[in-house]
C-alpha cells in the first residue's frame, strides 16, 4: 500500500506543467524591444540552478513535529531582462517533513490514542520569478517569486483517512547579494498557503477526513549559479 502511494505522488498533471513551463522558458525570447521599462540587453546566460537551505513550519501540528529543516533546488530561465527589472520562470523541488498531528482528544481516543503519524511528501513547485538590478552602486537586489505548489499529505498506515492532495499558491520574497557576475547569494521568505486541516471524524464508520494541507511558512538561504 504504501509503495502504490508514494507512486502516485509522481504520476500526475503536475508533471505535465512543469514540462510545458520549461519548453515554454526555452520558446520565449531572449530579447525583447523597447517597453515601458526601457531599452533590453541581451541575456548571455539565462539558465539557473539554485540550492537553498533553510527552516520552515507546517502549522496546526503536534508539538514541535511541524518545525523542520528544509532543502531546495529549482532550474530557472530568465526570459526578459530590462534596465530595471529580469523576469523569467522557475521550477523546483524540496523536502517533505514526517510529523504528527493531533485533531482533538476525542478523535484520537477514537482512533487508537495516539496522535496520528502522517508524512507532507516533498513539494514540486512552478514559479515566475523577478529580479531587481543591483540597487545603487551596491550588490545587493531584490528578488520575488510567485506561483503554484503541488503538495501531497499522507496519513502513514491509516487507512481510516483519506490522503489529500492540493495545488497551492506560493510566495517568495527577499534579497540578494552578486558574488560575481554568475553566481549569489539570497535569503528569502517562503509562504506555501493552504489551512487549517478541518478534520471531521466519523463514529459510525470510525474514519476521518482532512480539508486542507496545513499552511507552510519559513526561510531559505540559497546560492545561484547562472550558465
Not at 124 to 135: M, R
Not at 143 to 162: L, T
Not at 221 to 226: N, R, S
Request: hydrophobic fraction near 35%; proline fraction near 4%; charged fraction near 15%.
Amino acid at each position: 500500500m504504501q509503495k502504490k502511494k508514494e507512486n502516485d505522488f509522481w504520476r500526475t498533471p503536475f508533471n505535465r506543467l512543469i514540462k510545458t513551463a520549461l519548453i515554454a522558458s526555452c520558446l520565449l525570447p531572449q530579447q525583447s524591444t523597447a517597453g515601458t521599462m526601457g531599452p533590453t540587453s541581451e541575456i548571455t546566460h539565462p539558465w539557473s540552478l539554485t540550492g537553498s537551505l533553510g527552516y520552515t513550519v507546517y502549522e496546526d501540528m503536534y508539538r514541535a513535529d511541524g518545525q523542520t529543516a528544509l532543502g531546495r533546488l529549482a532550474i530557472g530561465r530568465d526570459v526578459y531582462t530590462g534596465h530595471v527589472l529580469t523576469w523569467g520562470l522557475e521550477v523546483g523541488v524540496q523536502n517533505g517533513n514526517t510529523m504528527r498531528y493531533f485533531p482533538s482528544r476525542a478523535a484520537i481516543d477514537a482512533l487508537g490514542g495516539l496522535p496520528i503519524q502522517t508524512t507532507a511528501k516533498p513539494t514540486l513547485d512552478a514559479l515566475a520569478t523577478l529580479k531587481t538590478n543591483s540597487l545603487g552602486t551596491s550588490p545587493i537586489f531584490a528578488q520575488f517569486k510567485g506561483g503554484i505548489a503541488y503538495r501531497r499529505w499522507q496519513f502513514n498506515d491509516r487507512d481510516s483517512i483519506n490522503d489529500k492532495s492540493q495545488i497551492a499558491g506560493e510566495v517568495q520574497a527577499g534579497l540578494g547579494y552578486a558574488l560575481s557576475e554568475r553566481a549569489n547569494l539570497n535569503v528569502s521568505y517562503q509562504g506555501i498557503f493552504g489551512g487549517n486541516p478541518d478534520f471531521h471524524f466519523n463514529a459510525d464508520s470510525a474514519t476521518g477526513r482532512v480539508s486542507n494541507i496545513p499552511v507552510q511558512n519559513g526561510v531559505l538561504l540559497g546560492l545561484t549559479v547562472t550558465v
